[in-house]
């Protein structure tokens, strides 16, 4: 089989966008961190997340926020790193 121009300029599209994906910023670098107040100093476990920011709590989430759980996939704490 031997190898045409369309080949290699696939190729080269395909490298293009790879290395344009893996340049993206990580998502954890652009969400807002989790503040560093008295109510998540210390340990405070994902699951407790939504005893404040449930919808009626104390500090319910947005409509547009995603609903997914896994707070800390998104959100860096300050402290912790
Ligand atoms: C005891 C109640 C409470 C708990 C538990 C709690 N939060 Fe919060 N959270 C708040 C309040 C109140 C605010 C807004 C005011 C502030 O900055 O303290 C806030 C603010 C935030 C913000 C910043 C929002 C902004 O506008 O920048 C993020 C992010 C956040 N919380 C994530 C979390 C995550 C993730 C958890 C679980 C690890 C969590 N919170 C647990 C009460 C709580
Ligand atoms: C898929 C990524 C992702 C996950 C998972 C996630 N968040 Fe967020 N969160 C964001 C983004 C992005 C913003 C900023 C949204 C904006 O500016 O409207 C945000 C904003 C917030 C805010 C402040 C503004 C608002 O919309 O109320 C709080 C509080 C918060 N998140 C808490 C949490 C908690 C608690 C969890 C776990 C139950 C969680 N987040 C899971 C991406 C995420």
Same mark, same amino acid.
């Given at each position: ?26 998502? $954890?670098? +652009?969400?807002?961190?989790? @503040?560093?107040? @008295?109510? !998540? $100093?210390? $340990? ?8 404040? !920011?449930?919808?009626? +709590? ?6 547009? !926020? @995603? ?7 998104? !959100?860096? +704490?300050?402290? $912790?790193?």
């Amino acid at each position: 089989m031997t190898i045409r121009r369309a080949d290699w300029l696939f190729l080269l599209a395909v490298g293009l966008v790879v290395a344009f994906v893996s340049l993206l910023p990580s998502p $954890r670098e +652009q969400n807002p961190p989790i @503040p560093g107040t @008295p109510a !998540h $100093r210390g $340990r405070v476990a994902e699951k407790d997340c939504l005893r404040c !920011h449930d919808v009626g +709590q104390a500090r319910p989430l947005s409509d547009r !926020h @995603p609903k997914r759980r896994d707070c800390f996939r998104c !959100h860096r +704490q300050e402290d $912790r790193g």
